[in-house]
C-alpha cells in the first residue's frame, strides 16, 4: 500500500478533528513520528489499525465507520494528483466507470509500479443496479470500497449509492467480495446484436482470412484448447511449441488482472485489459542464427467470447520497448500490425510503459530508462527526507521529554500542567489544611565549610543532596528546597494531596537519618549526621515570578517545623505536637521529649521519632542507583564497598549532556 492513501487520512483526520487527535492516533497505534510520504510502500495493516484507534480516540463512530470514511478521504484527496480528471473520462455513466475500474487502475501503476492493485468486474446488471466483484489478497477493506465508490457516485455522477455486501470467501489469490449495487442505471441498455446488412454466405469472409489481421491473436475453446494462433506467435515459439502444448494455460499466464487463468474467470472479465505472459523465454531464428532464449512474450490486449464460434479470441499486440527489445525477440518492425500504431510507438520508443514494470519486477535494472533512473533517485530523496524527518521528530521528542524532567523537578507535575494549557500563575496558589513539613541540617557544615577547600565542599555537598534526592524518590513527598547551607526541606501531601502524609514523610526522615552515614566528613573521615525536624499543619502554596517561576509553600506550618529542624540533635528527628498526634497509635514509634522554647512560638511540646514497630531491613545498596537522575558527580565519599555501584552510574550522560547532544543533532536533512 502506497502512502498517498494514508496521506489522505491524516488530511482529513486533520482537518475535522484537529492536530493534536491525530497525534495521539497515531502514538496509540504505534506510528509516534512516523511521516508518511506519497512513494514509500507500507503494511497492508495501516489504515485498518488507524480505522481502530481513531474510534478509540474519537469515540463518534466504529472502525468500520472509519474505513468507509477513509475511502471518502481518497476520493477527495487524489484531485491533487490529477486523478480526479482520469475519473471524469473514464466512462459518461457510472456504469462506465464501475466497468473500468481496473483500466484506470492499469493506468496508475506507471506511476506506482509496486502496487498491488485488486481486480473488479461486474455481472447482473439492470435498471437498478448492478453486482460488483471485487477480489483482492487484502482482507478487511471491504468498507474502504464502499467509502470510494459512495463518494464517486457523489461527487463525478450526482448519484446516491447504496451497496450491499453479499458474500465474503476465500477464493483463488486472496477474498473474492460481492456486492450488489443500487442505483438509478438508467443508462444501461440490454446487449443486442445489430447488423447494418445480413451477409449472403458468399459475402462473408472466412474467419482464418480475418485473423491473419491480428498476427498475435489467439483462439482457444471452453476446454482451453487452442483453435488458432496467430502466425507470428507461432513463429516465436516453433510450430513444435505449439503441437505438444495441449492448452493455453501450458504456453502462457496471466499477469493482469490477478486471478486464475480459467475459461469462467476471462468470460466474467471481457471489458478488463488482458496481460499474458509466456511460460518459457523466446528461442526464435533470425538471419544471423538462433537468440538465446532472453526473453519472455509480453502480450497486452482484450478477449472476447464470440458466440457463433463458442471461442474466445484474445486480440493483442506484444508489450515491446525498444528497437533492441524487438532484436531480442526476434521481431521486425513489418512483423507488427499496421492498423494500431504498434509500429509507431515501437519507434518513438513509448511502448506501453507495462513493460517498464515487467523490467522492475524482474530485477533487471539495467535496462531500465534514463527517466526511470531520475525517478527512482527522486523516490530515494523523498524516503531518505520522510525518515530523516521522522527522526528528527523522535529526537524533538526525546528533548521535550528531557525538558519537562528538569521542569518537574522544579514545578509539580499537575502544577505544570495546568500553566501550559494556559492558566493564569495566580491561578495555581492553593491552600493545603494539612500537610506535612520536614526540614534536615548538616550537622557541622559551618566547621567544614570554614576548613575544607572550594571545590571539596561543592563535592560534599553535592554528594549529600544527591543521595537525599535518590532517597526522596522512593516517598510519596515533594522536594522544596536545598539550600547552599545543607538545609533540605520536604512536604507531604501538596500539592498531591495525600491522607497518609505525615507517615510519609516519617519513613523518609527514618531513611534519610540511616543513610546519610555512608558519608564521609571530608575533614577527619568521620560518618556525617543530620538534625531532622517535622511539623503537620495548614499552608498555602503556588507558582510565584514569571521570568524564573518557582513553586513556594509559605505559613507558619514552615517556619515551625524549620524551628523543630534547628531544634534537634544530631542523628535523632524531633516531632511536634501536631505531628505526633497523627503518628501515634501507627506503625512509627515515638517518644515524649519535653517541652521547648521556640522563637516566636513560646514553649512547645515535643517528641522524638524513635523508629517503626515493625522490623525493617536498611536500605540495600542499589538504593544508591537513582531512578530519575543520572548526573552523579564523580567524586562521591561513599564506603568502598558501593563505588562500584557509583561508578557505573558516573560514565552515564545526564539529561543535560542528552539534551545537548539532541540538540545538536537536530539538523534539517
Known amino acids: 500500500m502506497y502512502g498517498m492513501l494514508v496521506e489522505s487520512v491524516q488530511h482529513y483526520v486533520q482537518k475535522v478533528y484537529g492536530e493534536k487527535k491525530w497525534l495521539e492516533i497515531l502514538e496509540l497505534a504505534g506510528f509516534k513520528n512516523t511521516v508518511f510520504a506519497t512513494q514509500q510502500v507500507y503494511r497492508d495493516d495501516v489504515l ?27 476520493v477527495n484527496f487524489w484531485s491533487h494528483y490529477g486523478y480526479d480528471r482520469v475519473v471524469r473520462v473514464s466512462g ?89 449495487l443500487y442505483f438509478d442505471n438508467s443508462a444501461y441498455v440490454p446487449p443486442k446484436v445489430k447488423c447494418i446488412r445480413t451477409l449472403t454466405v458468399a459475402d462473408q469472409m472466412p474467419a482464418v482470412r480475418f485473423l491473419r489481421l491480428f498476427p498475435f491473436c489467439m483462439v482457444f475453446m471452453k476446454n482451453m484448447k487452442f483453435v488458432y494462433v496467430g502466425e507470428k506467435v507461432k513463429e516465436l515459439f516453433g510450430e513444435d511449441e505449439f503441437q505438444s502444448a495441449d492448452k493455453v494455460t501450458d504456453i502462457f499466464y496471466i499477469r493482469r488482472p490477478p486471478m486464475d487463468f480459467t475459461w469462467e474467470n476471462v468470460l466474467r472479465l471481457q471489458k478488463v485489459v488482458f496481460e499474458l505472459v509466456s511460460v518459457n523465454c523466446v528461442r526464435s531464428p533470425t538471419q544471423n542464427g538462433l537468440l538465446p532464449a532472453a526473453r519472455h512474450l509480453h502480450l497486452r490486449g482484450q478477449m472476447r467470447y464470440m458466440p457463433d464460434w463458442d471461442c474466445v479470441i484474445f486480440l493483442c499486440s506484444p508489450l515491446i520497448q525498444n528497437t533492441n527489445e524487438m532484436l531480442e ?36 535494472f539495467l535496462q531500465l530508462l534514463s527517466y526511470r533512473r531520475c525517478l527512482q533517485k527522486s523516490y530515494d530523496k523523498a524516503v531518505k527526507y520522510s525518515e530523516q524527518l521522522s527522526e528528527n521528530l523522535r529526537k524533538c521528542e526525546d528533548w521535550r521529554r528531557h525538558s519537562d524532567e528538569l521542569l518537574y523537578q522544579m514545578i509539580p507535575r499537575t502544577v505544570a500542567d495546568r500553566l501550559r494549557r494556559g492558566m493564569d500563575v495566580n491561578d495555581t496558589v492553593e491552600a493545603f489544611p494539612e500537610v506535612t513539613v520536614m526540614f534536615s541540617y548538616l550537622v557541622g557544615f559551618m566547621e567544614i565549610s ?51 502524609h505525615a507517615q510519609c ?37 503556588g507558582v510565584i515570578s514569571l521570568k524564573m517561576p518557582q513553586y513556594c509553600m509559605v505559613g507558619d506550618t514552615v517556619n515551625t517545623a524549620s524551628r523543630m529542624g534547628t531544634n534537634s540533635e544530631p542523628a535523632k528527628i524531633t516531632l511536634s505536637e501536631s505531628c505526633n498526634k497523627l503518628l501515634d497509635g501507627g506503625e512509627f514509634k515515638t517518644e515524649y521529649r519535653g517541652t521547648l522554647q521556640v522563637k516566636g512560638k513560646g514553649r512547645m511540646l515535643t517528641y522524638w521519632l524513635l523508629g517503626t514497630r515493625s522490623q525493617r531491613l536498611a536500605s540495600p545498596p542499589s538504593l544508591l542507583r537513582p531512578r530519575s537522575w543520572k548526573d552523579l558527580q564523580r567524586g562521591m565519599s561513599i564506603e568502598a564497598g558501593n563505588m562500584q555501584e557509583v561508578e557505573k552510574e558516573i560514565h552515564q550522560k545526564s539529561p543535560l549532556q542528552e539534551i545537548t547532544e539532541s540538540k545538536e543533532s537536530l539538523s534539517p536533512p
Open 48 to 74: 485498518p489499525r488507524l480505522a481502530e484507534h481513531c474510534s478509540a480516540v474519537l469515540m463518534d463512530r466504529t472502525a468500520e465507520g472509519f474505513l468507509l470514511f477513509f475511502g471518502s478521504c481518497f
Open 92 to 180: 459518461r455513466h457510472f456504469r462506465d466507470f464501475v466497468h473500468g475500474i481496473d483500466n484506470i487502475h492499469e493506468m496508475m501503476r506507471f506511476s506506482y509500479p509496486k502496487m498491488k492493485s485488486p481486480s473488479f468486474y461486474c455481472d447482473e446488471e439492470n435498471h437498478e443496479g448492478l453486482t460488483l466483484h471485487y477480489q483482492s489478497g487484502r482482507s478487511g477493506y471491504s468498507s474502504y470500497i464502499c467509502g470510494q465508490m459512495k463518494q464517486v457516485a457523489k461527487d463525478f455522477y450526482k448519484l446516491h449509492l447504496h451497496m450491499v455486501k453479499v458474500k465474503d470467501f476465500m477464493e483463488g489469490r486472496g477474498h473474492h467480495i460481492v456486492f450488489r
Open 329 to 364: 525477440l526476434g521481431l521486425y518492425i513489418n512483423d507488427l500490425s499496421m492498423h494500431d500504431n504498434s509500429r509507431e510507438l515501437v519507434m518513438a520508443g513509448t511502448q506501453h510503459m507495462a513493460s517498464l514494470e515487467v523490467s522492475y519486477e524482474r530485477v533487471s
Open 450 to 500: 570554614a576548613k575544607v577547600p572550594a571545590v571539596q565542599l561543592v563535592t560534599t555537598i553535592n554528594d549529600f543532596f544527591t543521595l537525599f534526592d535518590t532517597i526522596s524518590l522512593r516517598h510519596d513527598v515533594f522536594k522544596f528546597e536545598t539550600l547552599g547551607d545543607a538545609v533540605y526541606m520536604v512536604v507531604g501531601g501538596a500539592p498531591e494531596r495525600n491522607p497518609a
Open 505 to 541: 514523610v516519617a519513613a523518609l526522615a527514618l531513611e534519610l537519618n540511616r543513610e546519610v552515614e555512608r558519608l564521609k566528613n571530608p575533614i577527619d573521615g568521620a560518618k556525617l549526621k543530620v538534625k531532622i525536624g517535622m511539623h503537620s499543619g495548614p499552608v498555602v502554596a
